[in-house]
């Protein structure tokens, strides 16, 4: 897992993910600060994971980023793409 310092090295001062990282721990670490900017409880469409998620990143790819965060649990969603929502603990 990233030490905190690391995370900051991928983000800009406002807080905004820079790039994808290549190593896995890194990926995991952004994924999980990707996830903690949404909701419990609330369940956000298509449309609105991706504006949330760009507005966190600055390399243009919220597909990637939103196929990530579900694949490795951070969302959930509906069979069909057009819900997600934070998994249940």
Same mark, same amino acid.
């Given at each position: 897992?990233?030490?905190?310092?690391?995370?900051?090295?991928?983000?800009?001062?406002?807080?905004?993910?820079? +790039?994808?990282? !290549? !190593?896995?721990?890194? !990926?995991?670490?952004?994924?999980? =600060?990707?996830? *903690? !900017?949404?909701?419990?409880?609330?369940? =956000?469409?298509? +449309?609105?994971?991706?504006?949330?998620?760009?507005?966190?990143? &600055?390399? *243009?790819?919220?597909?990637? &980023?939103?196929?990530?965060?579900?694949?490795? *649990?951070? &969302?959930?969603?509906?069979?069909? *793409?057009? +819900? =997600?929502? &934070?998994?249940?603990?």
């Amino acid at each position: 897992m990233m030490d905190a310092g690391s995370l900051a090295a991928l983000l800009d001062r406002e807080g905004r993910v820079t +790039r994808w990282p !290549k !190593k896995q721990d890194q !990926k995991r670490s952004v994924l999980e =600060y990707l996830g *903690g !900017k949404f909701s419990a409880d609330v369940e =956000y469409s298509e +449309r609105e994971v991706n504006a949330a998620l760009d507005a966190w990143h &600055l390399f *243009g790819d919220h597909a990637l &980023l939103r196929r990530e965060l579900f694949e490795r *649990g951070f &969302l959930d969603r509906t069979p069909d *793409g057009r +819900r =997600y929502w &934070l998994p249940r603990p």
